[in-house]
DNA sequence: TTAAATAGGACTAGAATGGTCCTCAATCGA
DNA sequence: TCGATTGAGGACCATTCTAGTCCTATTTAA
């Protein structure tokens, strides 16, 4: 199903509501009560955001998080990446370690093409975009050609 | 980390072995030995890409697996699909039944259009290109905005 | 000083995954 | 016809991963 995890899908929820006045300072609390996600899981994703340098907290009373960064430079990518890991879809496309295959491994070069393709189309949406359902995201072409060298 | 899972992992390398020579049919045995990986799980995956119209099989002595079409006309997303069932990132872009999100749920749409860009990547993809690395496989355009209405 | 918040990590239950095995059915060839 | 070979189908288990909860320490505003 190349699903995506429980947690990235909260989290872009989570995001998403944040962009919408990016200004102001939201507490775990109120996120967990506007989007409806339970506290404790709520604050785990927070966190994780925040050590992904996404988010910047305050602590304290009145303390909160905030974006750090504008909702147009946000990617979907980087959401991912902070939740998941690097993208990639199968093992040795991270670690390029020794692969116990005897004879497939030739393939492994084509599947980082792949993961490349689809890396590109998930840099180019951003949390931007997601908030905006109608509005139409800059042209972005992905050529499978041009992966190739 | 967007991950596939080992299995559909292991499909690639099987069926990448199995276009070299397409005419040929090869055992469940056969191909275990050549791969490296283990026979039960090489039955478990064939028999789940004969379930999927992309193998067809032969029982009995001099029996074994054959591809159902040519490795031109198998996409990376079909091989995905057979293994994994549909591709989708979020559970909501499978089935559309109510979500209980509260207010998070505009940005569904746009899954969707995730979703559906990825989907053009891998379908774009085919066993051809994966067995031939230098290859390049046909021009293909991915328009974001264009997924738009 | 107290209340409100986040930081960091431990912990658990449940689901999913990967992998194995067994029995039945079909086919070929001697 | 019979036996060997090979796939079909499904049950089953162990391990890992995921989602979710909770506890304690730290920080800050009032």
New interface residues.
């Given amino acids: 199903?190349?699903?995506?995890s429980?947690l990235t899908?909260y989290a872009?929820?989570i995001l998403?509501?944040m962009a919408k006045d990016e200004i102001q300072v939201h507490a775990a609390m109120e996120i967990a009560a506007?989007?409806?996600?339970a506290l404790p899981t709520v604050s785990k994703i927070l966190k994780m955001l925040v050590n992904a340098k996404m988010l910047i907290s305050t602590r304290g009373a009145k303390g909160g998080y905030i974006l750090a960064r504008m909702p147009e430079e946000i990617s979907?990518a980087a959401v991912?990446s902070a939740l998941?890991?690097?993208?990639?879809?199968?093992?040795c496309s991270?670690s390029h370690q020794s692969c116990?295959?005897?004879?497939?491994c030739?393939?492994r070069?084509?599947?980082g093409?792949?993961n490349q393709?689809?890396h590109n189309?998930?840099e180019?949406?951003t949390l931007a975009?997601?908030?905006r359902?109608?509005a139409?995201?800059e042209?972005?072409?992905?050529?499978?050609?041009s992966l190739?060298r």
């Fill in positions: 199903m190349l699903r995506l429980k899908d872009t929820v998403s509501f506007v989007t409806g996600i979907v991912i998941e890991g690097p993208i990639a879809l199968t093992e991270i116990e295959q005897a004879s497939g030739d393939i070069g084509n599947w093409l792949i393709t689809i189309a998930l180019s949406v975009d997601l908030t359902p109608a139409v995201p042209e972005v072409m992905i050529p499978l050609s190739y």
